[in-house]
């Protein structure tokens, strides 16, 4: 696994990106208990979806190891699901898949955890499996050696890895002689320690009923469920000599550069500041003041291309928070190593500035209402949350899980500038500099120049006071806990008709506190003119530029200060755009949606950059054996129909593509009548639909307008079969078979579903029990409105796809000659079940598909009612589909990745 930061990252697509963003989780006050052997319980009850979580936290990490066993809390990570004393090897993932559920195992540097997430009526099963792994693993020699080789290829993948290994150096540089400076991956020198004595020895010693936290979430019944977990947990073992925790340096230490040579590493400059850890009042403002170096902040130290006094070509921060310690790292990236001296000065001269000055009110407030919105997206659904809780029983205090957005609420731009100056100080600082080993390492006068130049930051110069690292938020008297609204399952969703044509879905959520609004318009790029491919994605980019009344600046402005991010997305015939905000912010969202769609400026100045970045991310794409693949699939299963053209068009295509062809096309396509907008949250349905009427009401078609030529039914009078392949020189490469589908509508569109499910399901299967077909293998439907596509991908070595071809096509051909059995059948409907059921807590999935549903399909009530398959999905139906869809004779194969030599 690899390790996460608080840095929030987002996918950036022609400069905006689509937030799918879930609502505010709201639930009961959480239970906290300890049982008599010193094991601790949290359970929280939201009764909205019929989920459970379940985890188990063990308190050891990276921080409890030696150099000699650096590693081992992940190797054990791998190791134990190889078989507990009544389980064969990863029998537990394997019934946690059959419920419909899913299942990880992760560890860093505090914590290990166990965690399943499975429908309601697998509870019991879970907690079952838990215990087996916490309390009963193998840890054989033969599990050893079979892990060993898993764990050496995770190894050589993170280091690498550039972005890991910056990571891990910066660690080291940052926290000398601590624990937190050996990677908490391991290495290959500790990885020769790992035997079934020294495994075993690290197990006994942790995992012991003292130093766990078992956690519990979802539609449970608090009482009931502590006593399933004194009942299964009730019976291991505490540990009256638990291994110390180790100690770290209380406070600062003084200033200190490290110069490193490292050749897969690109030139870097990183002042690195250690903070207090998890339990520490600041965290909150330090995780904020590390937002800010990253965005305005950031950009600078950047100047225009190509400028003469360019010093960066990019420029980052992040905060990594542990248990002990956080660490706020910013990081530049010199235009070459001569530049280092001015980049470090830059740096120093900008974090001065800040410490001084600090930031704007409105800066702060767009911050903190973001980042309040980003907490209920990560604490929205009931796995997430119950984790959360779970780290903060472990570390704590449950309080440090459950109260965060309040903490959020209280950033003020006074607490920034405190932070600012109590931390990013020389006496806290270590610039890390890194080096390829082609460059020439600096002389020992610039170094020292350097050094002073960061030392000089702040204050003190070895004689400020250092604060107190040990503080804790919540000691003493405590806080209550905070206050949720009781959590209820969603009413049916409902539809209505504006007098323009309009269709409006409205699911109003009992209890939730965010609201996400999605409008879809049946503009993609299959409905691209001859000649011009491309001008879709170019309508689509302009749509968050401004309007014909609002500016570019004051678009992004009204965005902000939602706390939200506005975004579009297009696809083979739709264009989506919407964004998640607070309920009472829901009117101004509606009207910047509706102003963005109905009067897109398209100004003349913004369409080079717009073709620029289209052509870049094509560019992207097209090293990507995935994506070429899935694009090249596409284009021999629907040949010549309009659905095969290529989504962002070609170079030619792009330069003819004028102001008047943008303007041409929205006027054809986006009209109300060919639009769907879905609010899913908590609103009340009838202020939200007039709300939806003020801000959409005046979307009209101009008088005397024809309609625009529709698509023609997907044709197909010849079978359909080749082999087809594109060298993209990446790993792995991938697979896909591709049979010509069915429309969304298509009654037989949920009986594909199934057959996919089923391909797929066997693939995952594989995986699990260590006889991986492939390095992945899924199943991808796509229903449009006039035809479809089936298609099944794997991922894998690139001398192994004619070997995981054929294994892929027998199988699919064995689903049309073959019965399948009950057990697959029931394992089917639960995988589905378990996907529907993750997928709609996350508020904006569920607003997005059933305005697809609705749009292009049978109707939204179908996956609003969780019809996705089919009715009567006997031996026989199955039997006969496949034998129906999954005909050789009409098989596209396609590779992509690495030439064959």
């Known amino acids: 696994m690899k390790l996460l930061s608080t840095r929030f990252a987002t996918l950036l697509l022609l400069g905006c990106c689509l937030l799918f963003a879930p609502p505010v989780f709201s639930a009961q006050a959480p239970r906290v208990a300890t049982l008599e052997n010193g094991l601790k319980v949290v359970l929280v009850e939201d009764h909205a979806s019929p989920l459970v979580a379940t985890a188990v936290w063990i308190h050891v990490g990276g921080k409890d190891e030696s150099e000699e066993v650096a590693g081992f809390a992940h190797y054990l990570e791998h190791l134990i699901p190889q078989g507990t004393k009544n389980r064969a090897p990863h029998q537990q993932q394997l019934e946690v898949f059959q419920a419909g559920g899913i299942a990880s195992v992760q560890a860093d540097y505090d914590r290990t955890f166990f965690f399943f997430l499975v429908p309601k009526e697998a509870q019991d099963r879970a907690l079952d499996s838990l215990l087996q792994l916490v309390s009963q693993a193998d840890l054989s020699t033969t599990s050893v050696e079979k892990t060993r080789p898993a764990i050496t290829r995770e190894l050589k993948e993170v280091y690498d890895d550039p972005s890991q290994v910056l990571f891990l150096e910066q660690m080291r540089a940052a926290f000398p002689g601590q624990p937190y400076r050996f990677p908490f991956y391991g290495s290959f020198k500790s990885l020769s320690h790992l035997e079934h004595t020294t495994a075993e020895a690290f197990y006994r010693n942790f995992y012991v009923a003292n130093n766990m936290v078992v956690a519990v979430g979802g539609d449970i019944s608090s009482a009931s469920t502590l006593e399933k977990v004194r009942k299964l947990f009730g019976v291991i073992k505490s540990s009256k000599a638990l291994p110390p925790k180790p100690k770290f340096d209380p406070g600062f230490k003084g200033s200190r550069q490290v110069v490193k040579k490292l050749g897969n590493l690109p030139p870097s400059v990183s002042l690195l500041f250690p903070t207090p850890g998890y339990r520490h009042p600041d965290r ?19 100047k225009p291309a190509g400028d003469a006094g360019s010093l960066v070509f990019s420029a980052s921060a992040g905060f990594h928070l542990l248990e002990e310690r956080g660490l706020l790292a910013f990081t530049s990236y ?89 931390y990013l100080v020389g006496d806290d600082a270590t610039n890390l500099i890194i080096l390829s080993k082609e460059d020439k390492q600096p002389d020992a006068e610039l170094l020292e120049r350097l050094a002073g130049t960061v030392a000089s930051l702040g204050p003190g110069k070895g004689k400020a006071v250092s604060p107190n690292f040990a503080a804790s938020a919540f000691t003493g008297d405590k806080p209550p806990l905070a206050v949720r609204a009781e959590p209820r399952p969603s009413p049916a969703a409902s539809r209505s008709t504006l007098p323009n044509g309009l269709t409006v879905i409205l699911k109003p959520a009992p209890g939730e506190g965010i609201v996400a609004v999605s409008l879809q318009v049946r503009a993609g790029f299959a409905f691209d003119p001859a000649g011009k491919e491309g001008v879709a994605q170019m309508v689509a980019a302009s749509l968050p530029l401004g309007s014909e009344t609002v500016s570019s600046s004051e678009f992004r402005e009204r965005a902000a200060t939602l706390g939200s991010t506005f975004g579009v997305s297009l696809a083979v015939e ?7 905000v607070f309920p009472a912010d829901l009117k101004a969202a509606l009207e910047l949606v509706a102003t963005a769609v109905r009067t897109p400026a398209f100004s003349e100045a913004d369409l080079p950059g717009i073709r620029d970045r289209l052509v870049r991310y094509r560019d992207a794409l097209s090293r990507s054996p995935r994506d070429t693949a899935q694009v090249l699939a596409r284009e021999k299963i ?65 008088a005397g307008d024809r309609p625009p030529v529709e698509l023609e039914e997907v044709g197909a009078p010849d079978p359909l079969s080749g082999e087809y392949s594109r060298v993209v ?34 693939g995952f299967v594989d ?42 096509m027998l199988r699919a051909r064995t689903l049309g000659l073959k019965p ?44 609003d009612e969780g019809k996705t398959l089919p009715a009567d999905l006997s031996s026989t139906a199955i039997q006969d589909a496949a034998a129906r869809f999954l005909d050789s004779s009409r098989l596209v194969r396609v590779t992509a990745g690495f030439s064959p030599r």
């Open 729 to 762: 020189e990446a790993s792995p490469s991938e697979l896909v078979l591709a049979y010509p589908g069915v429309p969304l509508k298509d009654p037989q569109f949920p009986m594909l579903r199934a057959l996919g499910t089923i391909i797929s399901a066997r």
């Open 767 to 808: 995986l699990v029990l260590e006889q991986p077909l492939a390095m992945s293998v899924t199943s991808n439907l796509e229903g449009l409105s006039r035809g479809g596509m089936m298609a099944l991908e794997a991922s894998s070595a690139r001398n192994a796809t004619s070997k995981v071809a054929y294994e892929l």
């Open 638 to 702: 629907f040949r010549s129909h309009p659905y095969a053209h290529a989504s962002m068009g070609s170079d030619a295509t792009l330069a003819t593509i004028k102001r008047p062809d943008l303007l041409a096309f929205h006027r054809s396509y986006y009209r109300p009548g060919r639009a769907v907008l879905t609010v899913v949250g908590g609103f009340r349905r009838d202020g939200a639909m007039g709300d939806v009427e003020a801000a959409f009401s005046g979307w009209n078609v101009p």
């Open 820 to 863: 399948v059995a009950p057990e697959t059948i029931r394992d089917v409907r639960a995988v589905e079940r378990g996907r529907l059921l993750r997928e709609k807590e996350i508020l904006y999935s569920q607003a997005s598909n059933l305005g697809y549903y609705e749009l292009l399909g049978p109707g939204f009530g179908m996956y």
């Open 284 to 302: 909150y403002a330090l995780a904020a003041l590390a937002r800010l170096l990253e965005g305005s902040a950031a950009t600078r130290l950047l």
């Open 334 to 422: 010199p235009v070459s190593p001569q530049a280092i001296s001015g980049t470090v000065q830059a740096m120093t001269d900008l974090l001065a500035q800040i410490r001084s000055e600090g930031f704007s009110e409105a800066e702060v407030r767009r911050l903190t209402q973001a980042m309040r919105l980003e907490a209920a997206v990560r604490r929205s659904t009931v796995g997430s949350l119950t984790q959360e809780l779970a780290e903060g029983v472990l570390f704590g205090d449950v309080r440090y899980g459950w109260n965060a957005e309040s903490s959020l609420e209280n950033i003020t731009p006074e607490e920034i500038r405190r932070v600012a100056s109590t």
């Open 574 to 580: 739709t264009v989506e755009a919407g964004l998640t």
